[in-house]
């Protein structure tokens, strides 16, 4: 019993710190999870809606994805990368809603859309 306790609390330590430091806005607290696919980290509004910055690396410790939320929608400039390190596409959105992106292969070549 105390051993699946500790390991619990190190599982929720670990969650909370993957978040410090990405720039939350006030009023939000940190969050994130680590899984062995993926590391994110977000920030969360009273009502537990992802709210500010949101972060994805990969297992290299590459960053994946970056974006911002507000009050649960995504905004703004969205991007990705390869786990490589190469650009994968960037996103923009309005209160949630894809606008437009653009997609690039390994090369670094974009990807023409159907």
């Known amino acids: 019993m105390?051993?699946?306790?500790c390991?619990?609390?190190?599982f929720f330590a670990s969650q909370s710190t993957v978040a410090e430091g990405i720039g939350c806005p006030k009023g939000t607290?940190?969050?994130g999870e680590t899984s062995p696919e993926v590391s994110e980290a977000w920030c969360e509004d009273s009502s537990h809606k992802m709210h500010g910055p949101y972060r994805a690396w990969w297992p290299t410790k590459k960053l994946?994805?970056?974006?911002?939320?507000n009050h649960?929608?995504?905004i703004g400039k969205w991007r990705a990368w390869y786990e490589s390190g190469e650009l994968q596409g960037v996103e923009w959105f309005e209160n949630g809603k894809k606008?437009?992106?653009l997609y690039y292969d390994k090369q670094g070549?974009?990807?023409p859309k159907p």
């Not at 105390?2 to 306790?5: A, D, Q």
């Not at 390991?7 to 190190?10: D, N, Q, R, T, V």
């Open 2 to 5: 105390k051993r699946s306790l």
């Open 99 to 101: 606008t437009k992106g």
């Open 109 to 111: 070549r974009e990807i």
């Open 29 to 31: 607290t940190p969050n």
């Open 64 to 69: 994946g994805n970056e974006g911002q939320y």
């Open 7 to 10: 390991l619990l609390a190190i």
């Open 72 to 74: 649960g929608a995504a």
